[in-house]
């Protein structure tokens, strides 16, 4: 354009949403053009992440003045390529909101409003109510005599909101307190996954990325609503699409996600397993599994003990009154060196192959249809489908999220996929995997540094009561394996374990005092400290206070209406926030009367994402940075701005006086102000002497290169060995790296080795080892992920750098496993080996087609009064209900129901329901209905949809519906938590609790209070 | 489906308007086009309900705050759900009917940037009477432009036309996780347009392109017109041409109306 644009802009001004009079009648040569300078000219860009799911998006900051005037995707970033969701296209008006919290807010006891005070005040405050409570009521030695220094009635809960330098610190801070009752969301949303994948592969993340997903020939999306609750996902899935993949969609609602796959088949929520069963079945029967790939890679040819069983539903084993399983009786038959025997002809009666056949042999398709409600015929369709992957050449993908976690067999419906993805040799290659999609900030770096009760950072184990030494730890949890094939990776524990306790204390964790061992609180043997317990103790009165960070418990909890009268019992709460929330305002919550309510609320401003530095790890594992683009505004502090002079003051107040373990905080070796990339670095890990190493010399003080680094003997410290190599001596901060070249091999699929860093080692796909026959060539050349050439591997780096099996130097695969392999059979869980379908603890029905056994013998339940469930088939609650997030808001919504663009894309809690159960219970669309469970009512509008379709189960209609969780009373007229409805029971291995399943009825309303009319 | 004419007739040859594609079976909904398009042009959000209305089109209709809305719309094909999603705009007509209704009572207040084909509604659309703003609203064959009742200025879709002379994506475009909206020179979309076709038709033959000739914004459908939304095509002839028609088929070149009138 050749026109003078300049000098008639200045006429028509900056704003882009109207054009102005004075741009009229200008002719310009030789065309005419009417544009005005752009709000973002001449800003400066600055890279951050969004700050929702973990597809973890990268996007510019644009900062004018020291004010934020734009956000944007980052077109650069290979993951999103630009792109972002509704809530990410909706950061600019979130972080300039001036809904947020500004300030520094008190509520006395009994007080009905929030007072404004100063930071000094608060952390003074604070600081003291930690310190009275922890010398009063700190736990020395447990009922059985074990020392376990403990404080347990003080919590700290949260959040996949923090980076991963916030999450080390604020783990490192509870440890330090003694607490034990630490949790957060990942809890809730992936524990299972952990569990299930730990159990599976070895390692409990997503084992692929979300390019890979590309790579794909057949998509089956089950318990997951990739379109819209991982949006960019959907990028990826549909490249995968247009080279010809089908997508399969598994899912009781037809969603955004079906309506983009190729087709899609309801099931009825809580009957998974009955799904995959049949597809185990189908394999097994049609002989579609990969066999070179069972034989060698899986735990197939292992030979299971005489004193393994299965009958009426249980394994052997099996103790009533403990509702537990002894797992001794799942023991492996050893030969004389302690080898696991084996039988590769897959013969044996008691080799796992045989052992799965026979377990499967009952989930015939006529049982699994009545079960679940999908027909043989569309069974069918998903099974050869899906299965046409086992070939080697071929590549299927599981996309699977909360629909599969949430379930008091949550982690055995995804055990289910796993074994479903080893025999169709679907793992550790380009396209396969299964692909848990995390769905919090920074969930998989939160779960990672371990803000949970019963895994220290790097997923080792809490210290246990009867663990009383370091040695003693040691002892319990470093695996052995006699088998030389074996590279039992775990073997090497100890060096992590002792590095973690140097950076935790510094130069007082010496070899002499077990690295500070004793300080370390310690949980009883077989307790749980998770959510749900933690909430019934609170509703018990046997808890003081606590912290919650970035967290909305008293929205996202089970049973909600108990658990917003537990906390009433709480004498002081801490609450990080950017909004005020159902949690931080549970003192004025309607029905409740503030001046009953003792407890004592701080509630302090956090800084959003873009006003914060540091690092989080996306669902694939990669490490991204992201800058500050403008300074926290109003009075807000990042995380660690809180807890660091939080902690700081209490440890002054602990010089000063004494008090219950003084050691155990003062000998912390805790920074004097947060600095994230200090932390970045003390991840990583350190040496703290001078060291030589591979013939290297490292200073004291210098950065690690490599978990394979860390010793034991205290010269490294570590706050976390998967991060070891994230940030080197030789090139830094890797997660800054945004550099696209790659190999040929490497962008045949997409694996970008330099872009960002992922743990472990910079490794894309876990367990690629797999992706090769024994002599090191890919089973699938078109993909390769690696190839042994030349006497080297090339492509991703492998899953283990040993030369292939067939040298006769190599090592199994699964490097994580004691034996190497992957596992069909699962002895480590809590509920069995091979998965069951057992029904929700609320149901429909009331039997089991497969075994006299209803429910898990083993879900876990509290026992308080409000804590009911409807029993099996009840007329009273004959509906099933499942829940759900959606695309505009993020999870609890206690966030973005505070910014209005995405409010009014999704403004009330409707109910998605069938026409055929409207027209049955005379409801209309667009009208308001009570929905109820045995333990609470909530209000939502009815949204009457085909899209729900009702369910043929054991010969009967079923109908399900479906809401999402996401309203709170705090955002007027928009309804309130869903979560009233859903029961407080959970898994048997993680108590993730069954949001995705229970038992309602609905009905007209009479009158609406929760919602705008 | 004639496609070829890649810019107006009348137009100069080194003048190459900017076209978007609309390829619906890409479409997730996910809204970041609706999102990005509000915070972009700073526009306020409306109250929106449930209540009285239980869809997840929200806000209900297009409007002075929302330049963009993805439309939903469900119904059953053998038994089988097809659920639509339409992300509507301003289509950006070659010749737009808007812009000839508006010129009529006050020239220039409904502008066409000759670079890139955007048709804009400036400050000076706050002279059009209620009325006025009826005919223009009428004269539309997509029901796009709206009335701020408050200040009386007429809005609709910007193309995003800062942007675009800057060289940058709208951003409806630029925030599209799929790649179900592309933008660039009316060429290359015309023949994206086709070879999306092409591609889409094998799983659904009845899809089509709409209107591809006549406007800017050119979307792909899988799925009868209707079935997304009333204005998904030109609004359908009545009985007797109608005034949205004529004026529809008045904005062609002379060739084509002879050709189908």
């Known amino acids: ?1013 | 489906m004639q496609t070829g004419r890649v810019f107006p007739p009348g137009r100069k040859e080194n003048v190459m308007p900017k076209t978007f594609l609309i390829d619906t079976s890409r479409c997730t909904a996910c809204r970041g086009c609706q999102l990005a398009c509000k915070e972009w042009h700073g526009l306020p959000a409306n109250k929106t309900k449930q209540f009285g209305w239980g869809s997840h089109q929200n806000p209900q209709d297009l409007n002075p705050n929302n330049y963009k809305l993805v439309r939903f719309s469900e119904h059953l094909e053998d038994d089988v759900v097809r659920w639509n999603f339409f992300p509507d705009q301003c289509r950006h007509c070659e010749v737009a009917p808007c812009k000839e209704t508006g010129d009529l009572y006050r020239e220039g207040a409904i502008v066409q940037d000759e670079k890139t084909g955007a048709i804009l509604y400036t400050d000076g659309t706050r002279k059009f009477s209620k009325e006025q703003f009826e005919e223009i609203r009428e004269s539309c064959p997509y029901n796009i432009p709206r009335r701020n009742e408050k200040t009386g200025i007429l809005s609709k879709c910007t193309m995003c036309n800062d942007r675009v002379h800057k060289g940058m994506l709208p951003s409806c475009v630029k925030v599209c996780p799929t790649g179900a909206m592309a933008f660039g020179e009316r060429g290359e979309m015309l023949k994206l347009a086709e070879e999306r076709l092409a591609t889409v038709k094998k799983r659904f033959p009845n899809a089509m392109l709409a209107d591809p000739d006549d406007v800017m914004v050119i979307y792909l459908l899988t799925d009868a017109p209707e079935n997304y939304h009333s204005f998904a095509v030109a609004a359908a002839p009545q009985s007797t041409m109608d005034r949205k028609r004529f004026l529809a088929k008045l904005a062609r070149p002379v060739t084509r109306m002879t050709e189908k009138a």
Request: glycine share 8%.
């Open chain 1, 1 to 1013: 354009m050749k026109c003078d644009r300049r000098s008639f802009l200045k006429l028509a001004g900056s704003s882009a949403a109207c054009l102005s009079l004075t741009q009229l009648g200008v002719s310009l040569s030789p065309v005419r053009a009417y544009a005005a300078d752009l709000k973002i000219d001449g800003a400066k860009e600055v890279f951050t992440v969004c700050p929702f799911c973990s597809v973890s998006c990268y996007a510019i900051g644009y900062v004018k003045n020291g004010k934020l005037v734009s956000v944007e995707g980052d077109p650069d970033y290979p993951i999103n390529e630009g792109a972002l969701c509704a809530k990410g296209a909706a950061m600019f008006t979130m972080t300039t909101s001036h809904h947020r919290v500004q300030k520094p807010m008190y509520r006395a006891p009994y007080s009905d409003k929030w007072e404004e005070k100063s930071w000094d005040w608060v952390i003074e405050r604070i600081a003291r109510r930690v310190k009275d409570t922890r010398d009063k009521e700190f736990v020395t030695r447990n009922k059985a005599g074990q020392t376990v220094n403990r404080i347990e009635s003080m919590f700290l809960l949260g959040t996949s909101h923090a980076s991963n330098e916030e999450c080390a610190l604020t783990h490192q801070f509870a440890r330090g307190l003694g607490i034990v009752h630490m949790d957060h969301q990942a809890r809730v949303c992936h524990s299972s996954t952990v569990a299930a994948l730990g159990e599976s592969f070895g390692r409990g993340a997503m084992t692929n990325h979300w390019i890979d997903i590309k790579n794909a020939d057949s998509i089956l999306i089950m318990g997951s609503n990739a379109a819209e609750h991982h949006p960019i996902s959907f990028k990826w899935v549909l490249k995968a699409k247009d080279k010809g993949a089908t997508v399969m969609h598994v899912d009781p609602k037809f969603s955004r996600t079906s309506a983009r796959s190729d087709f899609h088949v309801p099931l009825r929520s809580g009957t998974d397993i009955a799904f995959l069963g049949g597809m185990i079945k189908f394999i097994l029967d049609n002989e579609k599994y990969f066999k070179p790939y069972v034989v060698d890679y899986t735990n197939a040819s292992l030979i299971v003990g005489k004193d393994f069983g299965f009958k009426d539903g249980l394994f052997t084993g099996y103790d009533p009154k403990t509702r537990t399983y002894d797992k001794s009786k799942w023991d492996l038959e050893l030969d004389s060196k302690g080898v696991p025997k084996r039988d590769k002809s897959l013969k044996h009666p008691r080799c796992v192959f045989q052992l799965l056949k026979k377990h499967y042999s009952r989930y015939s398709l006529d049982k699994v249809a009545s079960t679940t409600g999908v027909s043989e015929k569309n069974l069918l369709r998903v099974y050869e489908a899906y299965t046409a992957t086992g070939t080697g050449t071929k590549a299927g993908t599981i996309l699977y999220a909360l629909g599969w976690t949430q379930h008091t067999v949550g982690v055995q419906n995804i055990r289910s996929s796993g074994i479903i993805q080893l025999l169709l040799g679907n793992i550790g290659i380009a396209g396969g995997g299964i692909n848990a999609l995390r769905g919090e900030p920074n969930v998989q770096g939160s779960t990672d540094h371990a803000m949970l009760y019963h895994i220290l950072p790097g997923y080792m184990a809490m210290p246990r009561g009867d663990w009383g030494s370091y040695d003693e730890y040691n002892k319990a949890n470093t695996p052995i394996s006699n088998d030389p094939q074996s590279a039992n990776w775990w073997q090497h524990k100890p060096k992590y374990f002792a590095s973690l306790l140097k950076a935790w204390y510094g130069d007082s964790a010496t070899e002499k005092n077990g690295f500070g061992y004793e300080w370390l609180p310690k949980v009883d043997k077989g307790e749980d400290y998770s959510y749900l317990f933690l909430f019934d103790r609170m509703y018990r009165g046997e808890i003081t206070g606590g912290f919650f960070m970035g967290l909305n418990p008293m929205n996202s909890v089970p049973n909600t209406n108990k658990i917003r009268k537990a906390m009433d019992n709480l004498d002081w709460v801490v609450c990080s926030e950017l909004h005020n929330s159902e949690t931080t305002d549970n003192w004025h919550r309607p029905g409740a009367d503030p001046k009953k309510i003792k407890t004592e609320f701080f509630l302090l401003p956090s800084a959003h994402r873009l006003e914060k530095t540091g690092s989080v790890t996306n669902s694939g594992r990669w490490l991204l940075w992201h800058a500050q683009s403008i300074k926290p505004q109003f009075k807000a502090r990042p995380f660690g701005e809180m807890y660091v002079p939080i902690l700081n003051k209490i440890r002054a107040l602990y010089e000063k006086e004494g008090g219950a373990l003084p050691e155990a905080v003062l000998k912390l070796d805790w920074p004097k102000a947060y600095d994230p990339e200090d932390l970045c670095q003390r991840i990583n890990g350190r040496f703290t002497r001078d060291v030589v190493y591979k013939g290297k010399k490292y200073k004291k003080d210098q950065q690690v290169p490599s978990f394979a680094a860390l010793a034991d003997d205290g010269s490294t410290s570590s706050l976390n060995w998967l991060y070891s190599g994230s940030w080197t001596e030789e090139d830094g901060n890797k997660s800054l790296r945004r550099d696209p070249s790659q190999t040929k091999m490497q962008a045949k699929i997409g694996l970008y080795p330099n872009w960002s860093w992922c743990w472990p080692v910079n490794r894309r796909i876990l367990y690629n080892r797999a992706s090769v026959d024994l002599n090191g060539k890919p089973f699938n050349p078109d993909k390769a992920v690696i190839e042994w050439k030349n006497g080297k591997w090339v492509g991703d780096v492998p899953d283990g750098g040993w030369p292939p099996l067939a040298s006769g130097k190599g090592k199994l695969p699964f490097i994580m496993h004691q034996h190497g392999m992957g596992h069909l059979f699962g002895p480590g869980r809590q509920d069995g080996p091979f998965p069951e379908h057992y029904e929700p603890a609320e149901t429909p029905v009331d039997k089991n087609l497969f075994s006299k056994q209803l429910h898990s013998p083993c879900y876990k339940f509290v026992t308080s009064a409000p804590d009911v469930l409807a029993a099996p088939a009840d007329p009273k609650y004959p509906i099933v209900l499942t829940t759900y997030s959606l695309t505009e808001h993020w999870c609890g919504g206690g966030e973005t129901r505070n910014v209005p663009n995405l409010l009014e894309a999704e403004p009330q809690l409707y109910v998605e329901m069938s026409p055929e159960l409207a027209k049955e219970k005379g409801i209309r669309n667009g009208e308001g209905v009570y929905i109820e469970s045995a333990r609470g009512r909530v209000e939502a509008i009815a949204m009457v949809t085909i899209r729900m379709r009702p369910l043929k189960v054991h010969g009967r209609i079923i109908h399900e519906i479906g809401m999402p969780y996401c309203f709170g009373w705090t955002t007027p007229g928009s309804g309130d938590s869903t979560n009233r409805l859903t029961p407080s029971v959970g898994d048997p291995n993680t108590t993730i609790p069954e949001f995705k399943a229970c038992c309602v009825n609905i009905r007209k309303a009479d009158k609406l209070t929760e919602l705008a009319t």
